[in-house]
């Protein structure tokens, strides 16, 4: 079967399953731009912004398997006991397109999402998400009136933010404050309202009416640890934040720590559990490299094919530099992934891909467009096989798969980083097998 034509049935059975009708073309202003469709009162689209297969030329692309995605968000709500799961989609949903893995885990029962940017969130709105958003970077320069009419959660720790929403809700004459989640630094020392500060915060926040606080955050810096000792440390902390909160009167209705790691060690759940890498089918590993689950579903698979093929002498260099050098008369296979396309140059002499089923070796430099291949022991090798880059491939040779572990232990980085990495060159589609 060609595979491109598998996902464009597989784009048309997502389409025919979705409980939302498309209403057509959507109008255009003036300027000849889109007006968002997403408000309640109208259906909901969903038409994953990369997922056309008629834009998908060049065979590499990715495929994000929906039901692994909903396998996963099963896994992490047994863990997480009774907590509501609020999905972390920064970063385009971890490389996968946060905009159709929120409309999935939307619909399997997440009850909110996450994200580092405005950007993102107002993303996720115009992808027509309802559910709970927070936006976590706390970075609003002048689009505090966007947060709101948006009806989006910002998460809060100075007073410039204070200052920003209380002024944008006034001058949109908000009738009820605006909730919002207060970050508190218990130890990770990147963002929040320090221990030192609280009741200075506390007092500020009081002071507002435009805001309500209608949660308490906190985030880990070593939840994938050893032991969890500096997870209890910081979580005793949180603890006594939050009374240090109450006793101004400041009593949030959830509070939430939980990243994938946390909820695999089941500290810290609370209320809400903030796990973004576990929905990708990646456990946080211990240092000893035994992950903390294994009942997590790979989503992401990354496959090209073979575009030119070549018998070269023993000693032949192969690509920039000539960094490999045949040591026998070689079969080389050319894919066209490069790091452009976040196949990183790290995996330069290092690394392999999948061809019929078996693993070869990527030889020599990868280029911005393009990597060569080691086929010479691939039997029966030719023009147009398809490639795997990541995940599983059963071919007649065998059948393997490469993990994200994998890849950024090669790369000396972390799976989040591989997953991150995956450019927008690539075409993302999205499966229901
Ligand atoms: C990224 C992030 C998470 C999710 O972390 P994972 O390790 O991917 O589960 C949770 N909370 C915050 C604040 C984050 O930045």
């Given at each position: 079967?060609?595979a491109?034509?598998?996902?464009e049935k597989?784009?048309?059975?997502l389409e025919?399953?979705?409980?939302?009708?498309?209403?057509?073309?959507p109008?255009?202003t003036?300027?000849?731009s889109?007006?968002?469709?997403?408000?309640?009162?109208?259906?909901?689209?969903?038409?994953?912004?990369?997922?056309?297969?008629?834009?998908a030329?060049?065979?590499?692309?990715?495929?994000?398997?929906?039901a692994?995605?909903?396998?996963?968000?099963?896994?992490?709500?047994?863990?997480?006991g009774?907590?509501?799961?609020?999905a972390?989609?920064?970063?385009?949903?971890y490389?996968?397109?946060?905009p159709?893995?929120?409309?999935?885990?939307?619909?399997a029962?997440a009850?909110?999402?996450?994200v580092a940017?405005?950007?993102?969130?107002?993303?996720?709105r115009?992808?027509?998400?309802?559910?709970?958003?927070?936006?976590?970077?706390?970075?609003?320069?002048?689009?505090h009136?966007?947060?709101?009419h948006?009806?989006?959660?910002?998460?809060?720790?100075?007073?410039?933010?204070?200052?920003?929403?209380?002024?944008?809700?006034r001058?949109?004459?908000?009738?009820?404050a605006?909730?919002?989640?207060?970050?508190?630094d218990?130890?990770?020392?990147?963002?929040?309202?320090?221990?030192?500060?609280?009741e200075?915060?506390?007092?500020?926040?009081?002071?507002r009416?435009?805001?309500?606080?209608?949660?308490?955050?906190?985030?880990?810096?070593?939840?994938?640890?050893?032991?969890?000792?500096d997870?209890?440390?910081?979580?005793l902390?949180f603890?006594?934040?939050?009374?240090?909160?109450a006793?101004?009167?400041?009593?949030?209705?959830?509070?939430?720590?939980a990243?994938?790691?946390?909820?695999?060690?089941?500290?810290?759940?609370l209320?809400?559990?903030?796990?973004?890498?576990?929905?990708?089918?990646v456990?946080?590993?211990?240092?000893?490299?035994?992950?903390?689950?294994?009942?997590?579903?790979?989503?992401?698979?990354?496959?090209?094919?073979?575009?030119?093929?070549?018998?070269?002498?023993?000693g032949?260099?192969?690509?920039?530099?000539?960094?490999?050098?045949?040591?026998r008369?070689?079969?080389?296979?050319t894919m066209?992934?490069?790091?452009?396309d976040?196949?990183?140059?790290?995996?330069?002499?290092?690394?392999?891909?999948?061809?019929?089923?078996?693993?070869?070796p990527?030889?020599?430099?990868?280029?911005?467009?393009?990597?060569?291949?080691?086929v010479?022991?691939?039997?029966?090798?030719s023009?147009r096989?398809?490639?795997?880059?990541?995940?599983?491939?059963?071919?007649v040779?065998?059948?393997?798969?490469i993990s994200?572990?994998e890849?950024?232990?090669?790369?000396?980085?972390?799976?989040?980083?591989?997953?991150?990495?995956?450019s927008?060159?690539?075409?993302?589609f999205?499966?229901?097998p």
């Amino acid at each position: 079967m060609v595979a491109g034509r598998t996902c464009e049935k597989d784009q048309r059975v997502l389409e025919k399953n979705d409980s939302f009708l498309p209403p057509g073309d959507p109008p255009l202003t003036p300027s000849g731009s889109q007006i968002p469709v997403a408000r309640p009162s109208e259906p909901r689209v969903l038409r994953p912004r990369r997922a056309a297969p008629g834009d998908a030329i060049r065979p590499t692309r990715a495929e994000v398997n929906l039901a692994a995605l909903r396998h996963n968000l099963r896994v992490v709500q047994k863990y997480s006991g009774g907590a509501k799961v609020w999905a972390v989609l920064k970063a385009d949903g971890y490389g996968h397109g946060a905009p159709a893995v929120a409309r999935t885990l939307e619909r399997a029962g997440a009850h909110g999402f996450c994200v580092a940017l405005l950007e993102e969130a107002i993303e996720l709105r115009e992808a027509g998400i309802f559910a709970p958003i927070l936006v976590m970077g706390g970075y609003y320069p002048n689009a505090h009136a966007e947060v709101i009419h948006r009806n989006l959660i910002p998460v809060v720790y100075n007073e410039e933010h204070l200052d920003g929403f209380s002024r944008a809700s006034r001058l949109l004459g908000s009738s009820r404050a605006l909730p919002v989640h207060v970050k508190v630094d218990t130890g990770m020392a990147r963002l929040g309202v320090t221990m030192d500060n609280i009741e200075g915060f506390a007092e500020k926040l009081k002071a507002r009416g435009e805001v309500e606080v209608s949660g308490l955050m906190t985030h880990f810096g070593s939840a994938d640890a050893e032991n969890v000792s500096d997870v209890e440390a910081q979580l005793l902390r949180f603890e006594e934040a939050t009374l240090r909160f109450a006793e101004v009167g400041i009593r949030p209705q959830v509070r939430h720590a939980a990243n994938s790691a946390a909820v695999f060690r089941k500290e810290g759940l609370l209320d809400i559990v903030r796990p973004g890498i576990a929905f990708f089918g990646v456990s946080p590993t211990l240092p000893d490299g035994s992950p903390l689950t294994t009942e997590l579903q790979t989503v992401m698979r990354v496959r090209s094919e073979i575009v030119d093929l070549r018998t070269v002498h023993e000693g032949s260099a192969i690509g920039y530099g000539g960094l490999w050098r045949a040591k026998r008369p070689s079969r080389i296979a050319t894919m066209p992934m490069g790091y452009a396309d976040g196949l990183s140059r790290h995996l330069t002499n290092r690394g392999h891909v999948l061809v019929r089923g078996k693993r070869a070796p990527i030889v020599g430099a990868v280029s911005m467009d393009m990597s060569m291949v080691d086929v010479t022991d691939i039997e029966g090798v030719s023009m147009r096989d398809e490639v795997v880059i990541l995940g599983g491939q059963e071919g007649v040779l065998g059948s393997d798969s490469i993990s994200v572990d994998e890849i950024a232990k090669h790369c000396e980085t972390i799976p989040w980083e591989v997953l991150c990495a995956i450019s927008r060159r690539v075409p993302r589609f999205y499966r229901e097998p």
